[in-house]
């Protein structure tokens, strides 16, 4: 299964995408700044650009693993309902770890994550917790019958 999340707008806060799985639109996204960082380049390179918890990962191609319990969202009730904590993370990114596709309204509510919703209001996304329980079971048959699940990050701007 193929993902691809294009980047639509980037300012000093945020950064706004769509989120798209095999070219059929899923949601919006909302993650933290886009600093123009991308998968070419090494980590020390990265790492000189990165403001932690406040720098949308590089862009490029990672896999998306589903079988990862969160220790952060095992913790949270919704989470082990909808997910059993296992919020579908991001593998491979050079200079971060623990990237998940999670829910959220703004930036704030991330540190590198993925935040799904409607983008409704300048700066946030809405209607999370729909988009999330759209998405989830999607990613979650693809795991079952043991697709690679992979996203694609682009910009557009």
Request: net charge positive; aromatic share 8%.
């Amino acid at each position: 299964m193929r993902l691809q999340l294009k980047r639509i707008y980037t300012c000093k806060d945020y950064t706004i995408g769509h989120l798209y799985i095999n070219n059929e639109y899923i949601c919006d996204t909302i993650e933290d700044t886009d600093r123009m960082l991308d998968n070419s380049m090494t980590v020390e390179q990265i790492l000189k650009v990165k403001v932690q918890n406040k720098t949308a990962i590089p862009t490029g191609t990672y896999n998306i693993l589903m079988d990862v319990v969160s220790p952060k969202y095992s913790k949270k009730q919704y989470y082990m309902d909808i997910c059993k904590g296992k919020v579908p993370r991001l593998d491979g990114i050079k200079g971060f770890a623990g990237v998940l596709i999670h829910v959220g309204n703004t930036a704030v509510d991330t540190a590198g994550c993925l935040l799904v919703g409607k983008n409704l209001v300048k700066g946030k996304v809405l209607y999370s917790k729909q988009c999330f329980e759209k998405l989830y079971p999607i990613l979650k048959s693809a795991a079952d019958r043991k697709e690679q699940i992979t996203i694609t990050i682009t910009r557009t701007y």
